[in-house]
Every structure is written in structure tokens, then in C-alpha cells.
């Protein structure tokens, strides 16, 4: 019998050139669609001629916002503040640590900076950003606008300074890592009940003013956010939702996903599900905010660049100009890179100065300085133990969420076979005879090159091997994996676990091209998760043989670690169902043998459903 082995790069029939499959060349792909997208958003703002025009888009953009982040919880508990120790002396003002609740039991950790003088106070809200240490980073600012007449609170992000998420006390640190590692954790899990890592930290900041306005030190009227980086977002975020706040001023964050989208592309809680593709950019938050006073402030080598941020400025220049108010828009450069250097710190103080009416001097002062552990709230500085993680508040929101009667198989239908103008190339190769085959096996591989069990089986018969898009991709070693192509796959309306299973199925295509009437899948780990969903919604798949998989993606909802969850995320998906009810979808017509399953730490996890076989060791 005639043997033909040979590797297929091709792609769907179509009048556009398709991409290559490799990560780089499904990245310029995945750009293609997101700069078509902002385009058709372009034109929209384009159409806005006027003042009531612009409050219509506001209000569109506002809901739209809402609607992507999944809403903001709906509590309206007690703060439960308390103020812990005595004061800080700062000279012209008091550190007062405290403590209040954003959700029940759900603890932030704030510094509060107070001036000495006697009276209501314009207050800031300070939210921090991805410095591990938390709201020490910010007592040079905080401490300089203090001085200057404002309160101002610094308070600790999730997953930073004293909310250390996964914190154990033997090593003094999070299991997890470093602060971003941390908000991909809870980014992934609250993707996967439709909903973005973003809502909760808004909900801080939205407490943090609760807060504030609760202080009898503090001027309700007068109320402004500032914050670099991640701080910087969160800035953004809540002056466009929250209508308290009166003047806003974020540092090194904003920019233009024109340029944001292949380069430094934000971390969860700065990417939501479907905002590119609901026709969304960052200048919308600013839009949202108009006629009120907004500064931008960027520096001349930061990674998220002046350029970038100049796209920003420009559109939101002539927003401004639709309500008269070109004066309150403005954009500023510092030196260096990413950071609040000098000039960029007192023209923060200055726009603060100038709109909340507080006279004086914007200059840049000396303030006292105390190293991080005395602005600690908590004795050992962490709330480890005294208040819930953010793994356990989405897993209560799951819970409360789950759809009874769900269509799954729909559901995965929409989003595998989701309609594409050009595909990607698919790495694809087989070794068997040319044609008339009755049985084939295929491997799904995260590598391109012939894995020593492709060999093997191919030995054994006809077989062919699969690499979905968008792989390989460099190393990961971290926890959340390949994040930034799941990341840029949702910000487009996309899902790449379903397009990889949806690669899988164009390999089926082949190999019924070639007669084979019994096509079995083999893939171990993440990919058995694509070929789950490849064969949960294909029958041509008659066996599907997958090996060190993940169980359950509810699974990951009960510890706040996992590893890789990024590639199998689909939005909402676990308020629908799990893993098991797509193995039902194939059982019994079809056959499903599942070794060694795992967990997200890919632990091998011993489960009496007969479904699940296990290997059996010896030396």
C-alpha cells in the first residue's frame, strides 16, 4: 500500500491572504480584525457633531461598559471602617490606617491622609498600581497633596500590599507570585461566569469614595481620582462610572488600543470581554467623563507610549470641544519611563489645585517618609484570615449565577463555528496511505514537530497531527500561561479555545477527505480540553482519548491558583455547565476514554466515575 507523509499548510478558501499559524503570524491576523473593528468605531465618533449627540453616545458607551464587565455588584452594606492604632505625624498631616468592607467580609486596606487644618477638605482617591508593596508607593504624592489642603486615601489593590490573595505565613508572600499573576487568577475565573476582574476592582474604588464622603474631614462636592499604571486604570474606570467623581488625572495607562492591542496589552482587569468589537477604545472613558476635568499624563519611554496616548488626547480634544470645554481636557509628557516623575507629579497637583479650588503652590516638596511596615494596618500587615479572598467572592457569584437548563451544545456551536473572513493557516500533517482509509487517528499538539507518539501510531496506522493556531508559543513558566493571546482573542469578540478546537475539526476535514469514516482524537492536558469541545459538538469524532486533562473548570473556583486556565476560558461558560456535560454529549454513541485526570495544578485527582481510568506505576 502506497504511503504518502506530508505536511499541509493551508487554509480556508477565501479572497483574503490568510496568516500564518504561528503565534507572531496569528497576532498580525488578530490585529487585522481589531483595527478594522476601531476603524468602524472611528466613523461612529466621526458622526458626532454636537453636544446632544455626544450625550447620547455617553450614555450608549456607559451601558455598554456596564454591560461588559457583567454590572457592578449590587451591595449596599455597611463600610464597617475602622481606624487602627494611633496617627502617623507627617508634619502638616495625619496617617490615619484603616480599614473598610467593599463586599461583605471582603476587607481593603487604606492609608488616609489628613491635613491638619481645621474644616472640610477636597478628598482624593488614590488607587495604587502594580507595585507589590501597595499604598506605601503612594505616600510621596498622597503626602505632597495632603500638605496641600487635600484628604487623600491610598489604599491596597487586590492582591497587593496587605490583600495578598494565596498568601502563605510560612514564606511571608503569595503561593501565587507577584501582583499581576495574582489578578490573573481571579481575571480567568470571573471570565468564565461572563463577567471582567475590572468589576471588583472598580467596586474598591467606588467604596473607597463611600468611604471618603463618609469622613467628616471631607468635602462630598469636591472629590478627585488620580493613580499611575494599574492605578491608572482604576482611575479611568471609576471617574467615567462614578458621577461623584468632579476631576480626574490617570498616569501611564491611557492609550489607544490602535497601538495597545500588539504591544503591552493590559493585564484582566484592563482588557474586558468584547470591548474592541463593541466598538470601545480608552478615549471613551474620557469621552464618558466630559465636560468634567481630565489630565492625562504620560512619559516620553514608557511602554505604554506617547503616541498611543496623543490618539487619545486628540479624539477627546475635539469631544471636549462639543460641550465648550477645551480648557478641561489636557495631556502632559514627563521624562523617563514608566512612572509619575516630577513634572508629571505637580501637574497632577496643579489640575487638582486648579478644579477642586485650593490655592497655593504645586510645586514638588520633601515629605515625610515612613517605611512600608509602620503604614500597615494589620499587626503582621496582611488580612490573610480576617477577610475572604477574591477567588472565594467569584466562586459565591458562580454559585448564585449557575443557568439551570442550559444549551451548551449551542452555545459552543456560536462560538466554534463563529463565522471568519480569513482563517489562520493550519499546521496540519499526515502520514497513511493518499486515500480510501476507513480509520485515522489524530494528535493535537501544542508543538509543530512529529511527537514520539505520532511516530508511533503512525506505525500503526493512519495518522495525522494537528498544532491549532496561535502555537507554539515562547515559554511560559508563570501560572496564567499564554494570557496575552486568549486576552486579544476576547477583546475582538473572539475565543481562541474555540478556535483551536475549530482547527481541530478543519484537520477532521482532511482526514474525511480521505475516506475515513472513524476518526479518533488523541491530546493530553489544555488540548484535551479543545478536543473535548471539538468532539462535543462533532460526530465525525468517534473516539476521543485524552490523558492528564483537566477534570472540571468548576474545579478551578475552589482554590485561588490554577495553572493555564487562561486556555481553555469561554465567557460564562461555568454558569452553564462542565466538563461532564460535554463528555455526555458524546457518550454512549460515541466512545471518550479520560487517563489520569487532573487538576489545575495538574495534580492526578482520584475520581469514582467510571468514566475515568488511571495508570498504574512500578519499578
Same mark, same amino acid.
Given at each position: 500500500?502506497?504511503?504518502?507523509?506530508?505536511?499541509?499548510?493551508?487554509?480556508?478558501?477565501?479572497?483574503?491572504?490568510?496568516?500564518?499559524?504561528?503565534?507572531?503570524?496569528?497576532?498580525?491576523?488578530?490585529?487585522?480584525?481589531?483595527?478594522?473593528?476601531?476603524?468602524?468605531?472611528?466613523?461612529?465618533?466621526?458622526?458626532?457633531?454636537?453636544?446632544?449627540?455626544?450625550?447620547?453616545?455617553?450614555?450608549?458607551?456607559?451601558?455598554?461598559?456596564?454591560?461588559?464587565?457583567?454590572?457592578?455588584?449590587?451591595?449596599?452594606?455597611?463600610?464597617?471602617?475602622?481606624?487602627?492604632?494611633?496617627?502617623?505625624?507627617?508634619?502638616?498631616?495625619?496617617?490615619?490606617?484603616?480599614?473598610?468592607?467593599?463586599?461583605?467580609?471582603?476587607?481593603?486596606?487604606?492609608?488616609?491622609?489628613?491635613?491638619?487644618?481645621?474644616?472640610?477638605?477636597?478628598?482624593?482617591?488614590?488607587?495604587?498600581?502594580?507595585?507589590?508593596?501597595?499604598?506605601?508607593?503612594?505616600?510621596?504624592?498622597?503626602?505632597?497633596?495632603?500638605?496641600?489642603?487635600?484628604?487623600?486615601?491610598?489604599?491596597?489593590?487586590?492582591?497587593? $500590599?496587605?490583600?495578598? #490573595?494565596? @498568601?502563605? /505565613?510560612? %514564606? +511571608?508572600?503569595? !503561593? =501565587? &507570585? $507577584?501582583?499581576?499573576? #495574582?489578578? @490573573?487568577? /481571579?481575571? %480567568? +475565573?470571573?471570565? !468564565? =461566569? &461572563?463577567?471582567?476582574?475590572?468589576?471588583?476592582?472598580?467596586?474598591? %474604588?467606588?467604596?473607597?469614595?463611600?468611604?471618603?464622603?463618609?469622613?467628616?474631614?471631607?468635602?462630598?462636592?469636591?472629590?478627585?481620582?488620580?493613580?499611575?499604571?494599574?492605578?491608572?486604570?482604576?482611575?479611568?474606570?471609576?471617574?467615567?462610572?462614578?458621577?461623584?467623581?468632579?476631576?480626574?488625572?490617570?498616569?501611564?495607562?491611557?492609550?489607544?488600543?490602535?497601538?495597545?492591542?500588539?504591544?503591552?496589552?493590559?493585564?484582566?482587569?484592563?482588557?474586558?470581554?468584547?470591548?474592541?468589537?463593541?466598538?470601545?477604545?480608552?478615549?471613551?472613558?474620557?469621552?464618558?467623563?466630559?465636560?468634567?476635568?481630565?489630565?492625562?499624563?504620560?512619559?516620553?519611554?514608557?511602554?505604554?507610549?506617547?503616541?498611543?496616548?496623543?490618539?487619545?488626547?486628540?479624539?477627546?480634544?475635539?469631544?471636549?470641544?462639543?460641550?465648550?470645554?477645551?480648557?478641561?481636557?489636557?495631556?502632559?509628557?514627563?521624562?523617563?519611563?514608566?512612572?509619575?516623575?516630577?513634572?508629571?507629579?505637580?501637574?497632577?497637583?496643579?489640575?487638582?489645585?486648579?478644579?477642586?479650588?485650593?490655592?497655593?503652590?504645586?510645586?514638588?516638596?520633601?515629605?515625610?517618609?515612613?517605611?512600608?511596615?509602620?503604614?500597615?494596618?494589620?499587626?503582621?500587615?496582611?488580612?490573610?484570615?480576617?477577610?475572604?479572598?477574591?477567588?472565594?467572592?467569584?466562586?459565591?457569584?458562580?454559585?448564585?449565577?449557575?443557568?439551570?437548563?442550559?444549551?451548551?451544545?449551542?452555545?459552543?456551536?456560536?462560538?466554534?463555528?463563529?463565522?471568519?473572513?480569513?482563517?489562520?493557516?493550519?499546521?496540519?500533517?499526515?502520514?497513511?496511505?493518499?486515500?480510501?482509509?476507513?480509520?485515522?487517528?489524530?494528535?493535537?499538539?501544542?508543538?509543530?514537530?512529529?511527537?514520539?507518539?505520532?511516530?508511533?501510531?503512525?506505525?500503526?496506522?493512519?495518522?495525522?497531527?494537528?498544532?491549532?493556531?496561535?502555537?507554539?508559543?515562547?515559554?511560559?513558566?508563570?501560572?496564567?500561561?499564554?494570557?496575552?493571546?486568549?486576552?486579544?482573542?476576547?477583546?475582538?469578540?473572539?475565543?481562541?479555545?474555540?478556535?483551536?478546537?475549530?482547527?481541530?475539526?478543519?484537520?477532521?476535514?482532511?482526514?474525511?477527505?480521505?475516506?475515513?469514516?472513524?476518526?479518533?482524537?488523541?491530546?493530553?492536558?489544555?488540548?484535551?480540553?479543545?478536543?473535548?469541545?471539538?468532539?462535543?459538538?462533532?460526530?465525525?469524532?468517534?473516539?476521543?482519548?485524552?490523558?492528564?486533562?483537566?477534570?472540571?473548570?468548576?474545579?478551578?473556583?475552589?482554590?485561588?491558583?490554577?495553572?493555564?486556565?487562561?486556555?481553555?476560558?469561554?465567557?460564562?461558560?461555568?454558569?452553564?455547565?462542565?466538563?461532564?456535560?460535554?463528555?455526555?454529549?458524546?457518550?454512549?454513541?460515541?466512545?471518550?476514554?479520560?487517563?489520569?485526570?487532573?487538576?489545575?495544578?495538574?495534580?492526578?485527582?482520584?475520581?469514582?466515575?467510571?468514566?475515568?481510568?488511571?495508570?498504574?506505576?512500578?519499578?
Amino acid at each position: 500500500m502506497p504511503i504518502l507523509t506530508s505536511t499541509l499548510i493551508f487554509a480556508a478558501a477565501t479572497a483574503f491572504a490568510a496568516q500564518d499559524s504561528t503565534s507572531a503570524g496569528f497576532l498580525e491576523w488578530m490585529d487585522r480584525i481589531a483595527q478594522k473593528q476601531l476603524d468602524q468605531r472611528e466613523a461612529k465618533i466621526a458622526s458626532v457633531r454636537d453636544a446632544n449627540q455626544a450625550r447620547a453616545r455617553q450614555a450608549e458607551a456607559r451601558a455598554k461598559i456596564l454591560q461588559l464587565i457583567g454590572g457592578l455588584p449590587d451591595y449596599a452594606g455597611p463600610l464597617k471602617a475602622q481606624t487602627h492604632g494611633a496617627p502617623l505625624d507627617g508634619g502638616d498631616y495625619t496617617i490615619e490606617r484603616v480599614t473598610f468592607e467593599s463586599l461583605p467580609d471582603f476587607l481593603v486596606t487604606g492609608n488616609l491622609f489628613i491635613p491638619k487644618k481645621p474644616g472640610k477638605h477636597p478628598a482624593i482617591l488614590f488607587p495604587l498600581g502594580h507595585w507589590d508593596q501597595g499604598k506605601p508607593a503612594a505616600q510621596h504624592m498622597a503626602g505632597n497633596l495632603a500638605a496641600k489642603g487635600f484628604v487623600v486615601l491610598a489604599y491596597d489593590p487586590i492582591g497587593q $500590599g496587605e490583600r495578598q #490573595q494565596a @498568601f502563605d /505565613a510560612r %514564606a +511571608n508572600r503569595s !503561593l =501565587i &507570585g $507577584g501582583s499581576t499573576e #495574582q489578578h @490573573f487568577m /481571579a481575571g %480567568a +475565573n470571573a471570565i !468564565l =461566569i &461572563g463577567q471582567s476582574f475590572a468589576r471588583y476592582r472598580i467596586w474598591d %474604588a467606588k467604596r473607597g469614595i463611600d468611604y471618603l464622603v463618609s469622613r467628616p474631614e471631607v468635602d462630598a462636592e469636591r472629590i478627585g481620582v488620580t493613580g499611575c499604571s494599574g492605578g491608572g486604570t482604576v482611575t479611568t474606570y471609576i471617574s467615567a462610572l462614578d458621577p461623584r467623581v468632579k476631576v480626574s488625572a490617570p498616569a501611564c495607562y491611557m492609550n489607544s488600543f490602535r497601538l495597545v492591542f500588539t504591544g503591552p496589552v493590559g493585564d484582566s482587569e484592563q482588557s474586558p470581554l468584547d470591548f474592541i468589537s463593541s466598538g470601545l477604545d480608552e478615549t471613551d472613558y474620557v469621552e464618558l467623563f466630559a465636560p468634567k476635568p481630565w489630565l492625562i499624563s504620560s512619559t516620553e519611554l514608557d511602554f505604554f507610549t506617547p503616541a498611543g496616548a496623543k490618539i487619545v488626547y486628540e479624539e477627546a480634544k475635539r469631544w471636549y470641544n462639543l460641550f465648550g470645554a477645551e480648557d478641561k481636557i489636557k495631556w502632559v509628557v514627563g521624562p523617563g519611563g514608566h512612572g509619575t516623575p516630577e513634572k508629571v507629579r505637580e501637574e497632577i497637583y496643579g489640575w487638582m489645585m486648579k478644579w477642586l479650588n485650593v490655592p497655593g503652590s504645586n510645586k514638588d516638596a520633601k515629605v515625610r517618609m515612613y517605611p512600608d511596615h509602620q503604614l500597615w494596618v494589620m499587626p503582621k500587615g496582611q488580612v490573610a484570615g480576617k477577610s475572604r479572598e477574591i477567588y472565594e467572592v467569584i466562586r459565591d457569584e458562580m454559585n448564585a449565577k449557575k443557568v439551570a437548563n442550559a444549551d451548551l451544545q449551542g452555545y459552543l456551536k456560536k462560538w466554534i463555528y463563529q463565522p471568519e473572513e480569513t482563517s489562520p493557516t493550519l499546521h496540519y500533517q499526515y502520514e497513511g496511505p493518499a486515500g480510501n482509509i476507513t480509520k485515522a487517528t489524530l494528535i493535537v499538539q501544542t508543538m509543530r514537530e512529529p511527537s514520539p507518539q505520532f511516530k508511533q501510531l503512525a506505525a500503526e496506522g493512519p495518522t495525522a497531527l494537528v498544532t491549532p493556531r496561535g502555537l507554539p508559543v515562547p515559554g511560559t513558566p508563570n501560572l496564567s500561561g499564554d494570557w496575552i493571546a486568549n486576552t486579544r482573542s476576547w477583546l475582538i469578540g473572539r475565543n481562541l479555545p474555540a478556535m483551536r478546537a475549530k482547527d481541530i475539526l478543519r484537520a477532521v476535514d482532511e482526514l474525511e477527505k480521505k475516506g475515513a469514516k472513524q476518526i479518533t482524537v488523541v491530546a493530553s492536558d489544555v488540548p484535551g480540553i479543545w478536543a473535548l469541545l471539538a468532539a462535543a459538538v462533532d460526530p465525525r469524532i468517534t473516539e476521543l482519548q485524552i490523558e492528564r486533562t483537566p477534570y472540571s473548570v468548576r474545579a478551578s473556583f475552589d482554590s485561588p491558583m490554577h495553572r493555564n486556565l487562561h486556555d481553555v476560558v469561554m465567557p460564562g461558560f461555568a454558569l452553564l455547565g462542565d466538563y461532564r456535560d460535554l463528555v455526555a454529549m458524546i457518550q454512549p454513541s460515541r466512545k471518550v476514554v479520560w487517563k489520569d485526570p487532573t487538576d489545575w495544578m495538574r495534580n492526578v485527582v482520584p475520581l469514582t466515575d467510571p468514566l475515568y481510568t488511571y495508570s498504574t506505576y512500578s519499578h
